[in-house]
T-cell receptor, first 109, second 113 residues
Framework: RKEVEQDPGPFNVPEGATVAFNCTYS??????FFWYRQDCRKEPKLLMS???SGNEDGRFTAQLNRASQYISLLIRDSKLSDSATYLC??????????FGAGTRLFVKA | NAGVTQTPKFQVLKTGQSMTLQCAQD?????MSWYRQDPGMGLRLIHY???????DQGEVPNGYNVSRSTTEDFPLRLLSAAPSQTSVYFC????????????FGQGTRLTVV
């Protein structure tokens, strides 16, 4: 079993749609959780950290469920510019930072 | 602001050749790491370091060596290149501690023929 598993993509949604991505992790000692965004042929960049209480940044909402070892990302009112690959990232438990395989999102006009 | 600098950006090697991918950061980050990214596989951790003189293996360390003689530099050495090492390589750095952002270099596209 992979340490971090994500929904398989791609997700194809129209502009204005709401889309949700899920992620599960296997190491219960994990301490930090993130969503990164990666554009085609570019390096990953931090989208947002994920906190136990849940957190929101504009149209993006992240949730963490430690008991189920589950992380989610919700994107509301999707824009064309949201088209990218979204990477679930988990770190801790020995300093390793592990990335999920990523979920591709295509937002269409 | 340089951030994380990786060189080269592109490289073609013949099977059996060796080479070093360079990575340098100017943010005084303790943690540095190397990943490879293959289609459908996401980023897989090769090696990482929590400070000068300290390195450890990640998920896919075979065929790669690293060293960390300074805080700033974390080179990745391919000892004897194989076609299976054709990939995009990313170097990243961050502070230690919870919820710290990792900053990535622009990547090195390596092809082994």
């Amino acid at each position: 079993r992979k340490e971090v598993e994500q929904d398989p993509g791609p997700f194809n949604v129209p502009e204005g749609a709401t889309v949700a991505f899920n992620c599960t992790y296997s190491n219960s000692a994990s301490q930090s959780f993130f969503w990164y965004r990666q554009d085609c042929r570019k390096e990953p960049k931090l989208l947002m950290s994920v906190y136990s209480s849940g957190n929101e940044d504009g149209r993006f909402t992240a949730q963490l469920n430690r008991a189920s070892q589950y992380i989610s990302l919700l994107i509301r009112d999707s824009k064309l510019s949201d088209s990218a690959t979204y990477l679930c990232v988990v770190s801790g438990g020995g300093f390793k930072t592990i990335f999920g395989a990523g979920t591709r999102l295509f937002v269409k006009a | 602001n340089a951030g994380v600098t990786q060189t080269p950006k592109f490289q073609v090697l013949k099977t059996g050749q060796s080479m070093t991918l360079q990575c340098a950061q100017d943010m005084n980050h303790e943690y540095m790491s190397w990943y490879r990214q293959d289609p459908g596989m996401g980023l897989r951790l090769i090696h990482y370091s929590v400070g000068a003189g300290i390195t450890d293996q990640g998920e896919v360390p075979n065929g790669y060596n690293v060293s960390r003689s300074t805080t700033e530099d974390f080179p990745l050495r391919l000892l004897s290149a194989a076609p299976s090492q054709t990939s995009v390589y990313f170097c990243a750095s961050s502070s230690l501690g919870a919820n710290t952002e990792a900053f990535f270099g622009q990547g090195t596209r390596l092809t082994v023929v």
